[in-house]
């Protein structure tokens, strides 16, 4: 069997120092906590649910493209979205991804790609919903 490739733990900076390499679960759990402080209630999608200890089947997983998170908002009325979650630097999308994203947009959904914390508060601006917490 060939090796396995690991990747950096650490990166240098522009600014010249080593720093922590932020990877996806960085970028959901910060957006998660945030969006929970705004009073969402919020769901993970399991990709990978593990195998059965008796059979070995798969016990089932989420279907492709399915979103990172989903959740709603109340305020009134439920305000529902789902975010694909991506690492800040070489996040690819998956077609399967593009797909339900633009689904979801189509039926008049609350649904987008974000890659940091920022990036979901300003895609959350676009729909008119404040997220607080950032100083913005």
């Given amino acids: 069997a060939a090796p396995m490739k690991r ?10 120092v080593y720093e922590p390499v932020i990877r996806e679960e960085d970028v959901l759990g910060a957006c998660r906590t945030l969006l929970e402080l705004n009073q969402a209630r919020v769901f993970r999608a399991v990709e990978r649910v ?5 059979c070995g089947c798969w016990l089932g997983s989420s279907e492709a493209g399915t979103p990172d998170l989903s959740g709603y ?6 305000i529902p ?10 996040g690819k999308h998956r077609f399967s991804q593009i797909a339900r994203i633009e689904q979801i947009q ?3 959904g609350i649904a987008f790609f974000a890659n940091s914390v ?19």
């Fill in 81 to 90: 979205f789902w975010i694909e979650m991506k690492r800040p630097k070489g």
């Fill in 7 to 16: 990747r950096p733990r650490y990166v240098l900076s522009a600014r010249g």
């Fill in 73 to 78: 908002f109340h305020q009134g009325a439920i």
């Fill in 118 to 136: 920022e990036v979901m508060v300003s895609e959350f601006g676009r729909f008119g919903i404040k997220i607080k917490g950032l100083g913005v």
């Fill in 106 to 108: 189509e039926d008049g």
């Fill in 50 to 54: 593990p195998k059965c200890y008796r």
